[in-house]
């Protein structure tokens, strides 16, 4: 990667094409990162990592390595990424969320740190991220509401709103979420 100066702020010169890509971003060997990509100050990306086109990375957020992020993936500040982890394109990662080793987010799931929208209010909302645990799979149009915790090697299915803490090994279906069975042995790590 080169460094290219521009009037609006510091980018680097990625895979030809000039990113908008904070100087401080640390980057591990053999990172490949698609066009149009953003990554904003103090955040960390770990070896072998994809970032598909169009994706947003806010400030102070740590990918670990094998990771995947697919197209449009928006990952807001202060968000920490294990390693092996796949989400893939369209899925919104809140700030202050918490996603551990070999996670997989589904398309277009999306997670929420707060129950009060503020916008335009005289009021900070408390922000509160979800917490996702180890093997957890999340499916495509799920919504992780705030401060939720999904527990080891959970599954939530497709289109699920899950508005309560999750089990490890059960399968949550519904919105809101309901636990529907236990994973099966075989498909668990």
């Known amino acids: 990667m080169n460094t290219a100066d521009h009037r609006s702020g510091s980018y680097k010169l990625v895979n030809n094409n000039i ?11 053999n990172v490949k990162i ?9 955040c960390t990306i770990g070896d072998n990592v994809f970032i598909g086109h169009n994706t947003v990375i806010r400030e102070n957020v740590s990918i670990g390595s094998n990771s995947i992020l697919g197209h449009l993936v928006v990952i807001e500040a202060d968000t920490t990424i294990g390693n092996f982890v796949t989400i893939q394109s369209q899925c ?14 589904g398309p277009k799931a ?11 209010r005289k009021f900070k909302p408390e922000l509160n991220g979800p917490i996702i645990r180890f093997g957890a799979r999340v499916g495509s149009g799920s919504v992780i509401m705030p401060g939720v915790e999904i527990g080891r090697e959970t599954e939530i ?14 399968v949550y279906i519904g919105s809101p979420a309901k636990m529907k069975r236990s994973v099966p042995t075989a498909e668990r790590y």
């Open 92 to 105: 919104h990662i809140t700030k202050f969320a918490t996603i551990e080793d070999n996670v997989f987010f």
């Open 19 to 29: 990113c908008p890509i904070h100087f401080s971003v640390k980057f591990g060997k």
């Open 157 to 170: 299915g497709a289109n699920s709103t899950v508005t309560r803490n999750c089990l490890p090994f059960c």
């Open 110 to 120: 999306m997670c929420i740190n707060t129950y009060h929208i503020s916008h335009g």
């Open 34 to 42: 698609g066009e149009n990509v953003v990554i904003d100050k103090n």
